[in-house]
């Protein structure tokens, strides 16, 4: 199986690539149009701003290229928010491939006795998840999240937490999926994740 891990200019590949190693298996990094439209299963990882990143993407025809993909693609944090529709993180349209948009979490209102730290950093429980992509995962295992922006709730929404309100966490849509989380740092139900993802 070819594995492709789409490069960009967002950081976080070589974290996804190291724990793909840990399950054993091999991945490239590329971001070469043949060679991720080639590939069997393909990750879009990301840490890193929204609107410089989809600028990277459009000038190198990246954006059409993902958004036509047919085999299984995982986008992971800012990489699932990017195949998102829009983004208030620099006010930039997504690619559109899940219907809902992301906004800040320091856009929402806050109890002032107890108010929440922006990025949201940590551990946090997912329910509701609704996919083979968390086969043999519980109910409410806890995984690890770095983050500002969020997807709101929609009909593509396969997992959910809260973080001063719920969110949508998960998201599949045809052969797109996309977490939140980091599924590299969340220790042994996350390399089960990633395992489940390459066995769709």
């Not at 459009?58 to 699932?80: F, H, N, S, T, Y």
């Not at 992509?133 to 809260?162: M, Q, R, W």
Request: with cysteine; hydrophobic share 40%.
């Amino acid at each position: 199986m070819k594995t492709v891990i789409i490069k960009y200019n967002a950081g976080n590949t070589q974290s996804v690539l190291y724990a793909l190693e840990r399950i054993g298996t091999a991945a490239i990094v590329s971001d070469d149009i043949e060679t991720i439209q080639s590939a069997d299963r393909v990750i879009f990882p990301g840490v890193g701003e929204a609107s410089t990143a989809m600028a990277y993407l459009r000038e190198r025809a990246l954006d059409k290229v993902i958004a036509q993909l047919e085999q299984p693609v995982l986008g992971i944090c800012l990489g699932m928010q990017l195949m998102c529709t829009h983004t208030t993180e620099g006010n930039v349209d997504c690619l559109g491939i899940f219907n809902t948009p992301v906004k800040n979490f320091g856009d929402l209102p806050q109890k002032e006795e107890h108010p929440l730290k922006v990025p949201q950093i940590g551990w946090n429980k997912v329910y509701d998840m609704q996919s083979p992509l968390f086969k043999n995962i519980p109910n409410e295992t806890y995984f690890y999240f770095v983050h500002s922006y969020y997807a709101e709730i929609c009909e593509d929404t396969i997992g959910v937490t809260k973080y001063i309100q719920p969110y949508t966490v998960a998201l599949n849509r045809n052969n797109f999926y996309g977490v939140q989380f980091h599924p590299e740092k969340s220790a042994d139900y996350g390399e089960l994740l990633l395992k489940n993802f390459l066995d769709l």
